[in-house]
């Protein structure tokens, strides 16, 4: 009996061990998801995230994301007026009814692509960029193999369906990631409620994260028959950003609910070491016009851990004993090699804080002067 007694106590220990070990991840029910860390790139959930999928308008990602360079790169303001051509009028599916001869200003434009999915202004804006429809899909598709989203070709800027129209959750992650880089398009994917037109058209946030979930900064939402209903949610806590992408949900409240579990579960589970470094000692400058140089950071460490870990990370600094004259400003000095539990975490270069000439004759000469005839 004893032995039995034994058995059950050791099974039942045995069991409560495997539904916490199993629970700790989450669970969606969208066939192809993926959860990442937006600062590092560092994926902390996947579920089918390299099978190609249509995404729907979730393609917008893109079509967003070469908007932005256009304005960093002085081809359009947001003030820029754009005119909408008969292809531009012509498009179904979600739109804000545009006219052939109308314009609207970028910033309008981008409005109502961010919140409402307006596939007539994707088709406006493509041809104010690069001339043709055509062509802005051709750049599409070079900027996704730039980011080596390398599951992925577009044959359209609006995300209806259409043949040889493909991505998966892990290239929606990288391209999601690289747009949230410009702190602008936040300005309009956190947009629950706005107008256009002087305040005749209305638009309501096809994202309801927007208004409901704590934190969340966007991002682009989509669904047809074919591809279902999708979504790319980005959210920050704790200065922590994470980019949810689910494809394929069977409904729209199930993406958001899938989309909600994946944040939470990032949430709860981890945050980001930023502890700044303590300055270095400085390292000793041979022939130089002064004696030492300070090395610093390149930059403050950013580093993904598991919460209730920061106690355990320690670092390791690596400098010369001395470095020859001249220095310059920038020049790499040394590393400094972070680690968690024995375990490398991420390394950071020591650049010199300034520049440090090296003496020469001249210096000499003109100190010994100095010595001997300043009073």
């Known amino acids: 009996m004893k032995k039995i007694s034994i058995f059950i106590i050791v ?4 069991t409560t061990i495997c539904c916490t070990t199993a629970s700790a991840a989450p669970e969606v029910e969208a066939p192809s998801a993926l959860l990442m860390d937006q600062a590092t790139g560092t994926v902390l959930f996947e579920k089918n995230a390299d099978e190609k999928r249509a995404p729907a308008s979730v393609t917008k990602v893109m079509t967003m994301l070469l908007i932005m ?12 007026p754009i005119p909408v051509s008969a292809e531009a009028a012509g498009m179904g599916g979600s739109q804000v009814y545009l006219k052939e001869g109308e314009t609207m200003t970028v ?3 981008l409005k109502c692509i961010a919140v409402v999915s307006a596939n007539d202004c994707c088709v ?9 429809t055509a062509d802005f899909i051709a750049a599409m598709n070079e900027k996704a193999k730039a980011l080596k989203m390398t599951n992925t070709h577009f044959n359209s800027c609006t995300g209806l369906d259409t043949e040889d129209h493909y991505t998966t959750a892990r290239d929606i992650a990288i391209m999601s990631r690289e747009l949230m880089k410009h702190e602008q398009i936040r300005n309009y994917t956190t947009i629950w409620m706005d107008t256009v037109r002087n305040g005749a058209f209305s638009l309501s946030n096809t994202n309801k ?21 999708c979504l790319s949610a980005t959210a920050e806590k ?33 945050g980001l070491y930023s502890q700044p470094l303590p300055n270095p000692a400085g390292v000793k400058v041979i022939k130089g016009l002064e004696d030492t140089v300070v ?19 320690t670092y390791e600094i690596k400098l010369p004993d001395s470095v020859a004259a001249p220095v310059e400003k920038g020049q790499r000095l040394g590393t400094v090699t972070y680690h968690l539990d024995g375990e490398k975490i991420g390394t950071i270069d020591l650049l010199a804080e300034k520049e440090i ?3 020469t004759f001249s210096h000499l000469f003109f100190h010994i002067i100095r010595y001997f005839f300043v009073v």
């Open 209 to 229: 994260l927007v208004r409901f979930y704590q934190g969340a900064t966007g991002l682009k939402t989509g669904f047809t028959d074919s591809a279902g209903y």
């Open 69 to 80: 360079e256009a304005l960093d790169g002085g081809k359009l303001t947001l003030e820029t």
């Open 238 to 270: 704790d200065s922590l950003a994470l980019i949810a992408v689910i494809l394929g949900g069977e409904t729209s409240d199930k993406r958001f609910e899938d989309a909600k579990t994946l944040l939470n579960f990032g949430f709860s589970q981890y």
């Open 357 to 359: 000439p090296k003496v």
């Open 107 to 109: 910033d309008e434009m």
């Open 124 to 132: 406006a804006m493509a041809e104010a960029i690069s001339g043709s």
């Open 11 to 14: 099974a039942l220990l045995m």
């Open 295 to 313: 090395p610093i950071p390149k930059n403050n460490p950013s580093f993904l851990i598991p919460k209730g870990k920061e106690e355990a990370i």
